[in-house]
Nanobody
Framework: QVQLVESGGGLVQPGGSLRLSCAAS????????MGWYRQAPGKQRDLVAA???????NYADSVKGRFTISRDNAKNTVYLQMNKLKPEDTAVYYC??????????????????WGQGTQVTVSS
């Protein structure tokens, strides 16, 4: 079993910063891509940023130049540094990871996992 646990959300004023963290734990053999998605009320869940195991990144156009995704492979953790936040960044942010996990038998299987979500609210 694999779990993703997010932290770091909260309320911030426009122009402020927040840093989200997501730690993966459980029977993990390796993790490929990790990413952050967000979902505002009444809208679909969209990709914010993603990072491969080798460190290649991609970002949604709306956050380029303001958000930075990074990861610590030794800690199975991905981060999202969010600067110059805007009210339209308000959403629930979800962590996602592609994980090769270990079954009790010792075999490996690929799974796609989500965190529980963390609320980010940008408001004055």
């Amino acid at each position: 079993q694999v779990q993703l646990v997010e932290s770091g959300g909260g309320l911030v004023q426009p122009g402020g910063s927040l840093r989200l963290s997501c730690a993966a734990s459980g029977s993990i053999f390796s993790i490929s891509a990790m990413g952050w998605y967000r979902q505002a009320p009444g809208k679909q869940r969209d990709l914010v940023a993603a990072i491969t195991s080798g460190g290649s990144t991609n970002y949604a156009d709306s956050v380029k130049g303001r958000f930075t995704i990074s990861r610590d492979n030794a800690k199975n953790t991905v981060y999202l540094q969010m600067n110059k936040l805007k009210p339209e960044d308000t959403a629930v942010y979800y962590c996602n990871a592609g994980v090769i996990a270990l079954a009790p038998s010792g075999s490996r299987y690929l799974g796609n996992y989500w965190g529980q979500g963390t609320q980010v609210t940008v408001s004055s």
